[in-house]
């Protein structure tokens, strides 16, 4: 009883995050012409998973309490990667699937040595490293261009045997294969210790520097898995300032919806995409209510404004003012 | 800092922040480096210009330094910058639009920031969530205002005088701008108690709680200054390009943190002066305005921005070992 009850209060977050998605996707279906019908869950799935990628890769870095203004730019960059390389027959198709993602976790890696090893704060180095990857992205593609292996993008945003998304399937995977063994790895857990107290971690002789370098370079992967589904969506690279700025910001919004505290040490990558799926819907709300397109970002502000104030509801629980100061 | 003052040094050079010194010998090296590739570097008319350019990215990051010195953030900056520019054209038309123009828009941003600051101190929301949802809610509103009709976007004669005209022959007024909101900021800052709030703040808030400082109501009103500082800076850019356009502050909210981390500031608060935030500002329109002077094409810019940043702030911004 009581270790059920402890599982579920450190797991609150992520079930809230969950609760509000089920809510905002039932309101949406419900109020949808073409009702809960494969169609429309295939399409809010990949209009979903690109952010839900970019979240998990900002939950990471957040869990260990830092933050990552570049994973939009990661995106960014592997997007325009993936638009040059991954073409052509399957075998060299493959080589540049692993290439892109090699570039991406590179590129996470480079924002955890900086981080650790130059001791800067991780907020300014990641904008100075996010302007470097925007840089490359615009090397690459300085006008939106390129193609990518058709076949390989349109199985994995189509339906796998005409019921399940394959986009939703591989995000499953990508949960199974990379957030489910490093939360549960030693590594993982010296990640969550770091977060929550540095000093702590460090006097109990908690492996810190390897724990955030992984968090960085895992961060970096799952961007660059969020870029190349971004090639396989839309068939081109486009090096867009304002679409990697976007995503960043809307990165950092999905986690915390998500229930992950931005001073790191609780929450998870589950939560951070489910805050993801929730926001996309909360978006696409107003369309089912054949409200004015032009009203939507207003909707989206407003409904995130609402959200975060929530937050402060813990407030009222606070018996020590001093407790305020944190 | 204990060990500094055992040491018996000259005052003088004790007083030199090694930071804003580093950031100063920066913009001469940066000057030098230019100066091979042409005379025109060292002109004083480059130089006035420069100052001219830096005077929006000074006045914006004005608020942005206040907002770093509490320790928090202020993310809002885009959409408050373009809310201050289209707010001000808006109403900027007839005798009694042009002199309410340039405060109207200032107001609005102030309103935002006191939304913001209401949930810092308030609510006790991380500032980088807040100021996210006000950014997304500024936007949502420009996107709506701008949208159902088609709105005055064209800057009014005060706003363009304030940009772009000359009260001092051969000084640029948004040069005059700059100095006054920086003589403003530094009063505040050295010389009120208010001041002496936002440097405790930034180092330890409880214990400026303790000594009897309404806290919550200093973080208020740095979020509001932040703000109108922010739509100010709008205001001044939507004259001197003379019409506000939708996005015009995207290109501002980096800029404005980086010349503040680079004028010495930390950014976890309590620590950082005035003049390393105008050494950072002149840094960073320099560097803007010599990489494209140099005809490097934009990705080579922002490779290079990036990694200047970088590389400044290993010289100098690196935190201590934790032990």
């Known amino acids: 009883m009581s270790e059920w009850w402890f599982w579920l209060s450190r797991q609150r977050g992520t079930l809230l995050a969950i609760t509000i998605f089920v809510v905002m996707f039932t309101i949406y279906c419900a109020n949808h012409p073409a009702g809960f019908s494969v169609n429309v869950v295939q399409t809010a799935s990949n209009k979903g998973v690109l952010l839900a990628f970019v979240a998990m890769a900002q939950s990471l870095v957040v869990i260990t309490s830092g933050i990552d203004l570049s994973v939009g730019m990661i995106f960014t960059l592997t997007n325009c990667l993936a638009s040059a390389i991954v073409i052509g027959s399957p075998s060299r198709t493959g080589l540049g699937v692993l290439a892109v993602l090699a570039v991406g976790a590179l590129c996470g890696a480079i924002n955890g040595l900086i981080v650790i090893f130059g001791r800067l704060q991780p907020i300014v180095a990641t904008i100075a490293t996010g302007a470097v990857y925007f840089g490359l992205a615009l090397a690459l593609r300085p006008t939106p261009g390129g193609s990518v292996n058709e076949t390989l993008a349109d199985a994995l945003t189509g339906r796998l045997f005409d019921v399940i998304p394959a986009s939703l399937v591989m995000l499953v995977a990508v949960v199974l294969l990379v957030w489910i063994p490093f939360s549960r790895s030693v590594t993982g857990r010296a990640a969550y210790a770091v977060g929550s107290s540095e000093t702590a971690a460090y006097m109990s002789g908690v492996p810190m520097r390897r724990a955030k370098f992984m968090a960085y370079t895992l961060s970096g992967l799952l961007a660059g898995i969020g870029g190349l589904f971004l090639t396989f969506f839309t068939y081109t690279g486009d090096a867009a300032y304002a679409s990697g700025n976007t995503y960043t910001l809307f990165s950092i919004a999905a986690v915390v919806l998500g229930g992950v505290s931005l001073f790191g040490g609780s929450g998870s990558a589950i939560g951070a995409i489910f805050g993801a799926l929730a926001f996309r819907t909360i978006g696409d709300l107003l369309f089912v209510f054949d409200f004015d397109p032009l009203w939507q970002p207003l909707f989206q502000g407003v409904v995130l404004l609402l959200a975060v104030s929530l937050g402060a509801l813990g407030l009222l629980r606070v018996k020590n003012r001093l407790e305020w100061f944190g | ?323």
């Open chain 2, 1 to 323: 800092m204990s060990d500094t003052a055992v040491i018996a040094k000259p005052s003088l050079l004790r007083r030199v922040d090694p930071a804003v010194a580093t950031a100063f010998a920066c913009i001469v090296a940066l000057l030098f480096v230019g100066s091979f590739y042409s005379r025109n570097f060292l002109s004083p008319e480059y130089l006035l210009q420069q100052m001219k350019v830096a005077s929006f990215l000074g006045v914006i990051a004005s608020g942005m330094m206040l907002a770093i010195l509490i320790g928090q953030i202020d993310l809002s900056l885009p959409w408050l910058v373009t809310v201050g520019a289209m707010m001000s054209c808006a109403v900027g038309h007839g005798p009694w639009g042009a002199a309410f123009a340039v405060p109207f828009g200032i107001l609005c941003g102030v309103a935002i920031g006191f939304v913001n600051g209401f949930g810092v101190a308030y609510l006790r929301i991380p500032s980088m969530i807040i100021t996210l949802a006000t950014n997304a809610v500024a936007q949502g509103f420009m996107v709506v205002y701008t949208g159902g009709f088609s709105p005055r976007d064209s800057a009014s004669p005060v706003m363009r005088y304030l940009a772009t005209g000359f009260a001092i022959p051969g000084l640029p007024n948004a040069v005059l701008c700059w100095a006054a909101v920086a003589l403003a900021t530094v009063i505040m800052l050295t010389r009120t108690t208010f001041g002496r709030a936002i440097y405790g703040i930034g180092n330890r808030e409880r214990a400026v709680y303790l000594s009897g400082v309404d806290t919550r109501r200093v973080v208020l009103f740095v979020f509001a200054i932040s703000g109108g500082a922010s739509a100010f800076g709008g205001v001044l850019l939507a004259g001197y390009a003379s019409k506000a356009a939708q996005s015009m502050g995207d290109a501002y909210l980096l800029p404005a943190i980086a010349a503040v981390v680079l004028g010495g500031a930390s950014i976890l608060g309590g620590r950082g002066t005035y003049l390393g935030t105008v050494a950072g500002v002149l840094l960073i329109t320099l560097l803007q305005s010599i990489l494209s002077v140099m005809q490097i094409p934009e990705f080579g810019r922002q490779i290079i921005y990036g990694l200047v940043i970088i590389c400044m702030l290993l010289l100098y911004g690196r935190e201590r070992v934790s032990r």
